[in-house]
């Protein structure tokens, strides 16, 4: 056996060398350290060449030499940005290599590996943003992946030839833009230009990677709430209206590049008698699913995982015992304390929410406190005084902010209490923080910006704790629907908030304001107290 150059000494000779790796291999087959510098692959064939012998011991190294070659390529140009691309593309830097012999890549980082002989591709890319060069073998889903996009293939023929569903193809695409062999266009659910502040404009908060359609599928319920927003009778949606709708959502996602999430909800959405179907349908589509709606049985829950475990299922509790029975029904408080334990034993995320009224104000953080150890989120929102919600009586503005930093400072130490209401971020900016959190469904309200609400009967809502119609969408496209005018009207919200610092994290709360009888679109939400000093 040749005595060859200590681990250092290879080390060392490989940093100055342009192919590394087949150097210090050549180096060391050769007995000494510094005997062959190889700086491409004439000299590697030269070497061959004049050593027969090389090859015999080391067969893999005129491949070895390839991929070097495409690294040390890659690693002498220049980093520069890509341009944004307009649709997915293949990593213009991207080298798509063929090879005889499996585990080439593993020798960049063990000299000692030994590839074995097998056809197969490697692939030497910089991922976008990164000064990390990527050598690896690909897998048949990387081909696969390079394939669709290379070639502009239909991905629903792509799934109905290959039997598979929709969204596997989604899979496909996202796993090789995640690792960067893809270059995926940037969401295009973005705030318009004049939103971002010289205070926040940091990327997180302007765009979003994902769109939640909060689904109501029926308007049946086995509740009948005292704040209940919507006890209109709309037919329940159909199997084939349903699917159609989660088509153009797809259609939707994949024209915005981002994943979509469909919170299936009602009433309760577990009565609706095609559920699972539609449930199996969202999934296929590679959708992100969730459940907003009441306790239900152990059987349907197993169906449910056998399908594909939601995101999180929301329950609602409207304060300690008496209280939330009093608003949603006998027994109520306890069906929620039985249901939040299954979960907990199904590995389903639990998350529990308050609607929060002036009377049950001071439950709030009492029954964050009973839950610490049975749900995994608790949050609550402001009540809407809309449909039947309109009998309560909202929480006191004037006490409002003290209301948030008592909750705020439970909340440091207990884990599942959330942070929803953007007002939190107003006080977040006054004590000077540069930490922000997100509201429904991200940073700021939501409403026909990465959320929409989707009626039974197809008519779709910025937000279904208020009157805010954005048209039909057995009528029109959600593309159309999104891109209307009512819908850009609702993004900006009020206003009162165009000029304020925190525009982006917040805007209140419009179904608050709504309720209250204000414009929506005029004076920022009356639970605002930006211009009252309540700095700690
Ligand atoms: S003015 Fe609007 S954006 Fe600013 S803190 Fe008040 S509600 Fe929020
Ligand atoms: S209007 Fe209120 S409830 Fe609706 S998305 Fe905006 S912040 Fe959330």
């Known amino acids: 056996m040749p005595v060859g150059p200590s681990e250092e000494q290879t080390q060392a000779a490989m940093a100055k060398r342009n192919y590394p790796v087949c150097s210090a291999l050549i180096a060391r087959a050769m007995g000494g350290a510094n005997q062959v510098t190889i700086d491409s692959r004439e000299a590697l064939e030269r070497c061959c060449a004049a050593h027969p012998s090389l090859l015999v011991e080391l067969p893999f190294l005129s491949d070895l030499g390839r991929v070097e070659e495409a690294y040390d390529k890659l690693g002498s140009t220049p980093i520069h940005a890509h341009q944004t691309p307009s649709a997915i593309m293949v990593n213009p830097e991207l080298q798509l290599l063929d090879v005889d012999y499996a585990g080439l890549p593993l020798m960049f980082t063990n000299i000692a590996h030994r590839p074995q002989p097998q056809q197969g591709f490697v692939l030497v890319y910089r991922p976008p943003a990164s000064d990390r060069i990527e050598i690896h073998e690909a897998h048949p889903h990387d081909l696969l992946a390079l394939k669709i996009i290379a070639e502009d293939l239909n991905y629903r023929q792509l799934a109905a030839e290959h039997g598979v569903p929709l969204g596997h193809i989604d899979d496909i695409v996202y796993q090789a833009v995640a690792k960067g062999i893809l270059i995926r266009p940037p969401s295009r659910i973005r705030r318009p230009d004049d939103f971002s502040t010289n205070a926040i404009n940091d990327e997180q908060f302007i765009s979003s990677p994902v769109f939640t359609l909060q689904w109501h599928i029926t308007q049946q319920c086995d509740l009948s709430c005292r704040h209940c927003y919507d006890r209109s009778h709309r037919q329940a949606v159909s199997l084939d209206q349903g699917i159609a709708i989660l088509d153009d959502f797809y259609d939707f996602c994949r024209s915005q590049f981002v994943h979509g999430q469909v919170s299936f909800t009602s009433g309760n959405p577990l009565l609706h008698a095609n559920f699972m179907e539609l449930y199996r349908a969202a999934v296929e589509r590679g959708f992100l699913t969730a459940i907003l709606g009441n306790p239900t049985s152990r059987e349907k829950l197993e169906t449910l995982l056998s399908i594909r475990k939601p995101a999180f299922y929301q329950v609602s509790l409207e304060g300690l015992q008496e209280h939330n ?49 049975k749900a995994d989120h608790f ?30 400072t439970a909340a440091k130490h207990n884990p599942i209490m959330g942070l929803k209401d953007n007002l939190f971020n107003l006080i977040q900016l006054q004590d000077g923080s540069d930490h922000f959190y997100s509201g429904c469904t991200g940073y700021g309200c939501g409403a026909a910006f990465n959320f929409v609400s989707l009626l039974p009967d197809g008519r779709v809502d910025a937000c279904r704790k208020f009157d805010s119609p954005l048209g039909n969408i057995f009528e029109n496209s959600l593309l159309t629907i999104y891109t209307s005018e009512p819908a850009r009207q609702y993004r900006k919200g009020p206003r009162g908030c165009k000029d304020c610092t925190i525009r982006p994290l917040c805007r209140g709360c419009m179904a608050v304001m709504y309720g209250m009888g204000k414009d929506v679109l005029g004076a920022p939400d009356p639970y605002c107290f930006k211009d009252r000093i309540h700095h700690r």
């Open 379 to 408: 949050n609550f929102n402001r009540l809407a005084m809309v449909g039947e919600g309109a009998s309560l009586a909202s929480a006191g503005i004037d006490t409002y902010v003290d209301f948030l930093r008592n909750y705020l």
């Open 325 to 373: 029975d009093y608003i949603r029904g006998q027994g109520h408080f306890e069906r929620v304390m039985r249901f939040l334990p299954l979960l907990k034993k199904f590995g389903i995320l639990s998350m529990v929410m308050q609607t929060l009224t002036r009377e049950n104000s001071g439950q709030v953080l009492q029954l964050a406190e009973l839950l610490r150890d």
